[in-house]
């Protein structure tokens, strides 16, 4: 039966054909529905979990294929950034059952904080990638990547993109092949990495690579496809696509399945055979630099960009010198739109109050990032999972307790949980007294609500042991903890006020459910009342459903925007804002 | 056959993914090769979003260049406009003629450009359609999505009744009633 299925279902669906028994992962955009996918196949057949975070998770895979299991991890380019340790020493360990790491990439930067190219961590962690350029290549890649690590004693990257994962296109689906767990052996000198025995195994890895490469030259995943022209195309992923949308059959390929290790000779030889070899890749000169280190006379970075995704009329202009499509176009400039907080955001009232008090925010990675955007403009910095907290921590101890007086850390629940805690320790530790806000909405918003260790839910929905945020901070020294509901604003500035001034370090949990939730019920819909006066607080708010009217500067809320929160009703200081009920 | 390209677009909360999942349900049944390219995550928090949606004898490319889409089935005034220039020359725009302002233009930052349905339809084929009223109509706001995907239905070669079956598929069962409604309001305009 052929289905159409996200890139990501299709992952999944290999991943389920191919037997495997463990997936643990830690969600991030444009991976996350690898593994929610994932929970859709019965749990009497594979264990599936949202871990803390991408380094905890590999380490789950890794202990589960060293027992005997097939396993898996999946996560966004900078979670790989997170996992890179034990990652690189697994390189070492290899395998019992297969073990999959599958990273998604995002050129263009929809949904991430940078645009790094983690097919150098193949490389650098001499472990073999697949990069797969459609769904059916998704599922089917993913399942021979368990094969391929059994059969090299080593994990396998897989690598998609945003396109890809965020792709739907058909797929064959077949049944599950059950795979009987390997035995499980005490091997000390495979598994205990230690220099005398880390440094036997880098043998064995620079001698893996080696078989690894002679078997890319036969891999059914690298291909070449000739149609008899002068010029011939490298490319790999959806790179590929662009290149055969824009090039069809003027050109000859080289598909490359398999983006490390290379397979040298087909690469000469496919470059022997054409007058002209483009690279076609995006992001970074990865397959050309290999192909330049080979001494291979191809052209790539010097026609394409480095930044972004490409695009197929990208491609024929910079090869063919064909013109893109005619088109028309506005001839004024159109007001941008930037994601927003919905209606009903429980971080709203969190920044509102924030930015009335001037403070200096340490930022951090989730849907409250967006208190960077105007009309809030509260966030000073953003960097990357956790580092509000330990950043401010270094913040601070650099410019003095007056400084520490005026800035706060805002981190999430599923944030603060993936790496947040350890700043808090430090703090507390090295004598800090940073204030620490903790915006605990009760899921894991950004990503598309995903359960996580503080929401007392399995990613199956199952009921768990809930981490109870305020016994955590206190463990670990924290002794002034304070629980606020920032729709409560004036409590809320209150509380942050006092806390801020304190010698010591503390800690506020701004706790109001994400509004998306369906547990959340608002109702009604707030409306403005004579007395406004166009004092614009409200307007402050940044709220999608608040707008001014053109000309008269009278405020009106969108009823089809607003979903009767009633933030606002708190904000006006003439009690303008009336909350009606449908 | 060539390749159709369809693109979506809305601001993020206002159902375009389920007008692609139709859609893409409907051309998968008629035996094309179909891709269709989301965007999940950021951009969802109201923010511009596009769907892509192609189909033919054989896709590669996901994505809809500037200048090669044949249909734009747009869910906002602000965004139909927005993505004019991937419009094909003598392609189609269906826009419903809801306005939702973007923050630049909420906070005083910009301006709503005016007239933006007659600016279209000088240098394109449009239909302009009042689909949330319709879908209040048809019982739910909620149910512009499936009002728009009516309205498109009837550019397709895809017979009336191969829509209803996806349609039927494709939504959950317990807002059928008011689905069909929005299809059928669409389709008959
Ligand atoms: C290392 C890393 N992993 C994953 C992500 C993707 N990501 C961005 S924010 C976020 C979680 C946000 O959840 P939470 O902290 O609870 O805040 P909320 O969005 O709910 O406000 C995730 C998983 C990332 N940016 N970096």
């Known amino acids: 039966m052929k289905k159409l299925l996200l890139g990501n279902a299709a992952v999944a669906q290999g991943a389920y054909e191919a037997g495997v028994r463990l997936v643990s992962s830690y969600p991030g955009t444009p991976s996350t529905e690898i593994t929610e996918c994932m929970a859709t196949y019965p749990a009497e057949e594979v264990f599936v979990e949202w871990a803390p975070n991408e380094k905890v998770a590999a380490e789950a895979v890794i202990g589960a294929a060293i027992a005997g299991g097939r396993a898996m991890t999946c996560c966004k380019h900078v979670g790989l950034n997170v996992m890179a340790d034990p990652v690189f020493t697994d390189a070492y360990i290899g395998v019992g059952g297969g073990a999959v790491f599958c990273v998604a990439d995002d050129p263009g930067m929809h949904s991430s904080q940078n645009e790094q190219d983690s097919r150098h961590y193949a490389k650098a962690s001499k472990i073999p990638m697949l990069e797969p350029a459609d769904s059916a290549e998704c599922k089917e890649f993913t399942k021979a990547a368990f094969a391929l690590s059994e059969q090299f004693d080593t994990p396998v990257f897989v690598r998609l993109s945003t396109r890809v994962s965020h792709s739907q296109s058909l797929v064959e689906l077949c049944d599950r092949e059950e795979q009987p767990l390997k035995d499980y052996e005490k091997n000390i000198p495979k598994n205990v990495m ?30 070449v496809e000739r149609n008899g022209s002068e010029i011939g195309v490298i490319t790999a992923g959806i790179s590929y696509q662009y290149a055969k949308e824009a090039l069809g059959d003027r050109v000859n390929y080289c598909k490359l399945g398999m983006v490390w290790p290379l397979p040298e000779q087909m690469l000469r030889d496919f470059a022997a055979s054409c007058r002209e070899v483009y690279v076609i890749e995006e992001l970074d000169p990865f397959l050309e630099e290999a192909c330049l280190a080979m001494g291979l006379p191809v052209k790539g970075k010097q026609l394409f960009t480095l930044l ?73 910095t953003t960097i990357c999972m956790g580092a509000s907290v330990s950043a401010a921590h270094g913040m601070a101890k650099v410019r003095g307790s007056e400084f520490a007086k005026k800035l706060v850390s805002v981190i999430g629940d599923s944030t603060f949980i993936h790496s947040g805690i350890t700043g808090l320790i430090d703090i507390v530790y090295n004598k800090g007294i940073n204030t620490v806000i903790i915006l605990d909405n009760s899921i894991t918003g950004m990503t598309g609500h995903q359960d996580n260790p503080t929401t007392g839910k399995t990613i199956r929905g199952e009921a768990t042991r809930q981490v109870d945020l305020i016994g955590l901070c206190r463990s670990v020294g924290i002794d002034h903890i304070k629980v606020a509901d920032p729709f409560d604003v004036k409590h809320f500035e209150a509380v942050v006020r006092q806390e801020v001034e304190r010698e ?22 707030c409306r403005v009342s004579d007395r406004c006066r166009k004092c614009k607080v409200c307007m402050k708010l940044g709220c999608p459903a608040i707008s001014l009217e053109p000309g008269t500067g009278a405020v009106s809320i969108d009823v089809t925007q607003c979903n009767g929160c009633g933030l606002c009703v708190g904000v006006c200081p003439f009690h303008a804002i009336e909350k009606e009920e449908n | ?105 909420i906070t005083g930052a910009a301006e709503y450009p005016e007239n933006i349905g007659e600016k279209l339809g000088a240098l394109a084929d ?22 728009l995907i009516g309205v498109m239905a009837k550019s397709t070669a895809i017979p009336y009744e191969e829509w209803l079956d996806t349609v039927r598929t494709t939504v959950p069962e317990k807002f059928l009633d008011i689905n069909l409604r929005a299809f059928e309001l669409g389709y008959q305009l």
Not at chain 2, 26 to 53: C, I, L, N, P
């Open chain 1, 194 to 223: 230690m220099p005398a025995m880390a440094i036997g195994r880098h043998v064995f890895v620079e001698e893996r690579t080696r078989r690894l490469a002679a078997y890319a030259e036969h891999c059914a995943f690298n291909t």
């Open chain 1, 308 to 380: 972004g995704e490409y695009t197929p009329s990208m491609i024929r202009k910079g090869i063919l010198g064909e013109e893109p499509a005619p088109f028309s176009a506005p001839r004024e400039a159109l007001p941008a739109r930037p994601p927003v907080m919905c209606a009903g955001c429980p971080h709203r009232g969190t920044f509102y109050v924030l930015s009335k008090l001037g403070l200096v925010v340490s930022g951090d990675i989730g849907c409250y990032t967006l208190g960077a955007a105007a009309p809030l403009s509260s966030v000073d």
């Open chain 1, 504 to 525: 010591e370090p503390s800690v506020i949990i701004a706790q109001r459910p994400c509004a998306l939730l369906k547990k959340v019920r608002y109702t009604g819909h």
């Open chain 2, 1 to 105: 056959m060539g390749t159709m390209n369809i693109m979506i677009v809305g601001v993020g909360g206002q159902g375009t993914l389920l007008a692609s999942r139709i859609l893409g349900n409907a051309v998968v049944r008629r035996g094309y090769d179909v891709k269709v390219s989301e965007v999940h995550g950021m951009s969802q928090r109201g923010g511009s979003v596009v769907t892509y949606v192609k189909y033919g004898d054989r896709v590669y490319s996901p994505v809809i260049d500037r200048g090669e889409a044949d249909i734009i089935l747009a869910f906002e005034l602000l965004e139909a406009y927005r993505a004019l220039p991937w419009l094909k020359q003598g392609g189609k725009i269906i826009v419903n003629t809801q306005r939702i302002n973007p923050m630049p233009v």
């Open chain 2, 126 to 147: 449009l239909t302009a359609v009042d689909a949330l009223e319709l879908a209040r109509r048809a019982g739910s706001e909620k149910a512009v999505n499936v009002v």
